[in-house]
């Protein structure tokens, strides 16, 4: 194998790293900088057996809201 062909494989492996370290930091920067909006969901113990819904909710329902009513 060449040298040219080493430092282009290096270098191909290189820019992969780069890559792969950007998109996790990009993912690690969205994941904490952003809060998604409350969704409508099945609280625990309003549903029906069976089905699922959150364990713990940190969104207010809108209806129980004062301003809603």
């Known amino acids: 194998m ?3 062909s080493k430092r ?3 270098l191909c492996v290189a820019a992969g790293l780069a890559v792969l370290g950007a998109a996790n930091g990009h993912l690690v920067y ?3 900088t952003t809060q998604p909006d ?3 969901h099945l609280r625990a113990g309003d549903g029906a057996r ?3 819904s959150a364990a713990k909710s940190s969104c207010t329902p809108r ?3 004062p301003e809603a009513k």
């Open 2 to 4: 060449s040298l040219t």
């Open 8 to 10: 282009t494989i290096w």
């Open 30 to 32: 969205v994941a904490t």
């Open 38 to 40: 409350c969704v409508a």
């Open 50 to 52: 069976g089905l699922y």
């Open 63 to 65: 209806e129980s809201l």
